[in-house]
């Protein structure tokens, strides 16, 4: 007897899986400055006994930072090697937030253009 009908190939089984995401979450962007010298300065006083404690960070830097809503979202494809592995050929990954600027750092939107292994869970 001829089996000559269509025949289901598992997913694990396809040489190229495509495959789309979007992701909601959040997202924080910190701008720190550091006045020239003054960490310097305030290590000669310490050493010194003229300053009353161990220049601490806070002492020397300033920190912008700001947090608020983000979302990504893309695809790409995948070259299967096996059951447990594949390539990532391509993943590309366009980022939205809505956040305002950190001092000049503006990060509202981004695209990011990846390629890596993949380790498949669930497909032993």
Same mark, same amino acid.
């Given at each position: ?12 089984? #396809? ?8 992701? %909601? !979450? =959040? ?9 020239? =010298? ?8 310490? !050493?010194? =006994?003229?300053?009353?404690? %161990? ?18 979202? !893309? ?12 390539? #990532? ?6 980022? #939205? ?24 869970? !669930?497909?032993?």
């Amino acid at each position: 007897m001829f089996d000559v009908g269509p025949r289901w190939t598992p997913r694990a089984a #396809r040489r190229f899986s495509p495959f789309a995401e979007v992701m %909601f !979450g =959040g997202r924080r962007i910190t701008h720190d400055i550091q006045t020239p =010298g003054l960490r310097e300065e305030l290590l000669k006083e310490w !050493g010194l =006994g003229e300053y009353p404690h %161990f220049p601490k960070r806070s002492d020397y830097m300033v920190q912008y930072q700001e947090f608020g809503f983000a979302m990504t979202m !893309g695809g790409g494809f995948d070259a299967v090697f096996g059951r447990a592995f594949a390539w #990532r050929v391509l993943d590309v990954q366009y980022s #939205r937030s809505w956040l305002a600027a950190v001092d000049p750092v503006n990060a509202n939107q981004g695209v990011q253009v990846r390629s890596g292994i993949v380790l498949r869970f !669930g497909t032993w």
